[in-house]
């Protein structure tokens, strides 16, 4: 079917600018999927012009780990501003009381991200990656790169951080580059799908960005540290998507890196996933009819919630909002195959 809904390409919003969110181009999802923010990249000479679509996607809502990623962004944009030289690979994470050995960050971030449970939970190591800028301080550099001011991310995790007073070290430099900052009030981190897929597409895309719009600071080297630590997700939403769709036999080089988050909230008395991802591939199929392989990619969040009502267990309704996130998925990138966004 022809696209019900032309979309417009844009360049890729400079920092701190919101972009125009076409707010009916997603009106396919499920009413189970709550909110939603999808950005389609389409390199126009090799830079990234967007088309982002929405649904209720400026809506400020608890987000649950899905956040975890952005204390890891906030920390390169921190060191690399001072130090642009510095990979943050080349780093560790010392305690400042000397009670426990230097970890290197990246494995501190793939445990956080995969859940792994080597080093410590997932979330006292992400309240530790939110020890390094104050409340206050993070939420700030949120909003002054995602250009959306009405969010707050001043609370941690839950769990104690795994270290109070950590210290990025530099072992090639041999000097602490960050310190943990002194903590401000907890509240409570509510942010938007919008926020989220910002953060990763300015993550997976900054190569094909103008300076413009880059995340403050941020070099690719250390970037990259993130994006492998990424590729340790536990969803896999985005990998089945492909296959249901057969894609596999027709695209070729797929890139995913994603973040799930999940929870039950008592005030909503709503079991909740949140799934922000960015998908990167080459379609093999213009191949076929003489032209190039066309290079597709883009990043999403998608929050979808089921009402907690006593009647069905909450396994059972884990599991269909687990089908029903992939279903999701699967249509999406669908279209996006169709050119029906186009």
């Known amino acids: 079917p022809p696209a019900n809904n032309p979309l417009k390409l844009s360049p890729f919003p400079s920092l701190g600018e919101l972009p125009q969110i076409n707010t009916q181009a997603l009106n396919f999802l499920h009413a189970d999927i709550k909110q939603a923010c999808v950005c389609i990249g389409t390199f126009v000479e090799g830079k990234i012009q967007a088309q982002w679509l929405g649904k209720n996607a400026l809506t400020k809502v608890e987000c649950w780990s899905a956040t975890k990623i952005i204390p890891l962004l906030n920390i390169v944009s921190q060191i690399n501003t001072k130090y642009p030289e510095c990979d943050i690979d080349n780093c560790v994470i010392r305690d400042a009381s000397g009670q426990k050995q ?132 536990t969803a896999r939403y985005a990998d089945e998507a492909i296959k249901t769709l057969g894609m596999d036999k027709v695209i070729s080089s797929p890139v995913i890196i994603s973040k799930l988050g999940y929870g039950i909230s008592s005030i909503r008395g709503t079991l909740e996933t949140v799934y922000v991802a960015l998908m990167w591939f080459v379609d093999e199929r213009p191949k076929a009819t003489g032209k190039p392989a066309k290079l597709r990619t883009l990043a999403l969040t998608l929050l979808g919630a089921k009402v907690l009502d006593g009647s069905i267990g909450g396994d059972r309704l884990a599991i269909e909002l687990d089908a029903r996130i992939c279903a999701e998925v699967t249509e999406i990138l669908r279209r996006l195959l169709a050119e029906e966004f186009a």
């Not at 509510?190 to 993550?203: G, P």
């Not at 190569?207 to 719009?213: G, N």
């Not at 880059?214 to 250390?222: F, H, K, M, V």
């Open 102 to 233: 230097d970890i290197y960050f990246y494995e501190l971030a793939k445990d956080m991200i995969g859940y792994t449970h080597n080093i410590a939970s997932s979330n006292s190591l992400a309240a530790m990656f939110k020890r390094f800028d104050t409340g206050t301080g993070i939420e700030q550099w949120v909003k002054r790169t995602t250009g959306n001011n009405d969010l707050n991310f001043s609370s941690d995790y839950g769990e104690q951080p795994f270290l109070n007073y950590p210290k990025i070290f530099d072992v090639i430099k041999k000097q602490v580059l960050l310190a943990a900052a002194r903590n401000s009030i907890h509240q409570h981190n509510s942010i938007s799908a919008y926020d989220l897929t910002r953060l990763i597409s300015m993550l997976g895309w900054h190569y094909h960005l103008e300076k413009r719009s880059r995340l403050e600071g941020a070099q690719w080297n250390s970037l990259e540290t993130i994006i492998r630590a990424m590729g340790y997700d």
